[in-house]
């Protein structure tokens, strides 16, 4: 199934599948609950220090099954509304991370932001580069936006050599860009634009695709 995109922004989301060469993204659903729960707590302190810090008012997704299905219905709504595109990243049949694309922004801007995590069992696979270009494949050739852009805090070296590894441009520091953990951080922000990804699609495409 190397190269293969399947499904529209459009359809349900149970139709939509993203394929790259090892990995396969999807919208979560409600019946993914039990493996994402197990992974995310089993993941904690390896996500925690990168994420922004839950409201207490919230019920915790990955201990109540109904606040995941919330999540996933918000989710849903958000790609049918064009807003925001998550999907899950599986390994064969193993749920391994998230992959999404945030904010997405039409008018002037046609851009958006993409963020990922990854289960550490399955790290230093590049399962993550694989994706990242699956779903810039996707926010380009089925979305159409002209420019993404990937923000990490400084220190996060293990995003930060994903970017590196996919030779996605760095464009500069933020500073106190975003809440994490419960600290304004900057962030690194690294970019690719529609022109960048036609000059470098065969490239990207015969590694990943």
Excluded at 1 to 20: E, F, K, W
Excluded at 35 to 46: I, S
Excluded at 179 to 197: C, K, L, Q, S
Aim: net charge neutral; with cysteine.
């Amino acid at each position: 199934m190397s190269g293969r995109h399947l499904g529209h922004p459009s359809v349900p989301a149970a139709a939509i599948r993203l394929y790259g060469r090892r990995v396969m993204l999807r919208p979560m659903a409600p019946a993914d609950w039990p493996h994402w729960a197990e992974v995310r707590q089993r993941n904690d302190r390896w996500l925690t220090p990168w994420e922004p810090l839950r409201p207490a008012n919230l019920l915790d997704p990955t201990r109540d099954r109904e606040a995941f299905v919330s999540r996933c219905s918000a989710r849903d709504r958000d790609r049918q509304m064009g807003l925001a595109y998550g999907f899950g990243l599986f390994v064969g049949n193993d749920f391994a991370g998230e992959v999404n694309l945030n904010g997405v922004a039409r008018g002037a801007l046609q851009s958006g932001t993409v963020g990922y995590w990854i289960d550490e069992a399955k790290a230093g696979h590049r399962y993550v580069a694989e994706a990242v270009v699956v779903l810039i494949r996707f926010a380009f050739e089925q979305l159409h936006l002209h420019r993404l852009e990937i923000c990490i805090v400084p220190r996060n070296r293990n995003s930060r050599r994903v970017m590196e590894v996919l030779g996605i441009r760095e464009e500069g520091v933020a500073l106190r860009f975003l809440e994490i953990n419960g600290t304004w951080e900057d962030h690194v922000r690294y970019g690719i634009t529609a022109e960048e990804w036609n000059d470098r699609r065969e490239e990207l495409a015969a590694a990943w695709l």
